[in-house]
């Protein structure tokens, strides 16, 4: 499979498996990754991060908490991650962690992340569970069609040939590990980065 994506429960390390087995590669990816960002201790937010060399790798909020309020900044998904969306398919490879909370819901993004699954590109990733995205729509103020369209997202991606999905419990899964090993060697490895 030429795009996997890694699903289970929140902070099982979905994250965390494919950062430990791209390692440095991930300087040579298109895509992005999502940051938790902790201010004294307190979770205040999240931003997408660009990936690639260099340390001037640029961020932009998307969800902020504040005062007990969340905070969604569609323009991070519609502008930000879709040009990183579109700039992946010029790359050898492409990380995009994570996908599937509220950015499908903004038209502009879905174009550019369906646009970049018919690319030839190969992708890692990390996909939202749905018992996930029923919690999000629980601490955000999303339109209640939200699962609706999230459980047509999961579906148009299993559907999809090119796209394996493997679901784990933590970031030690051996079934997931070896999966994305032999990936990383078909197209990384004996790529175009070597």
Known sequence: MKKIFITGPIGCGK????????????????????????EHDKLI???????????????????TFKEGK????????SIFASNLLKDATT?????????????IL????????????KSQV?????LKSLPSAEKLLKTTNLHPDFLKATKQFHL???????????????YKDKNALNILKKWKEKYIEHGEIQ
């Open 15 to 38: 994250s965390t498996l494919i950062k430990n087995v791209l390692g440095d590669n991930l300087n040579y990816a298109g895509g992005f990754i999502t940051k938790r960002v902790i």
């Open 45 to 63: 937010g999240f931003d997408i991060v660009s990936l690639g060399l260099g340390k001037d790798n640029k961020h932009v909020r998307f969800l």
């Open 70 to 77: 969340t905070i969604k900044n569609n323009e991070a998904f």
């Open 91 to 103: 790359k050898p490879f492409a990380v995009i962690d994570e996908i599937g909370g509220f950015e």
């Open 106 to 117: 903004i038209p502009e993004f879905m174009e550019a992340f369906n646009l970049f699954l």
């Open 122 to 126: 190969p992708c890692v990733g990390v």
């Open 156 to 170: 148009n991606l299993l559907s999809d040939s090119d796209i394996k999905i493997i679901e784990i419990n933590n």
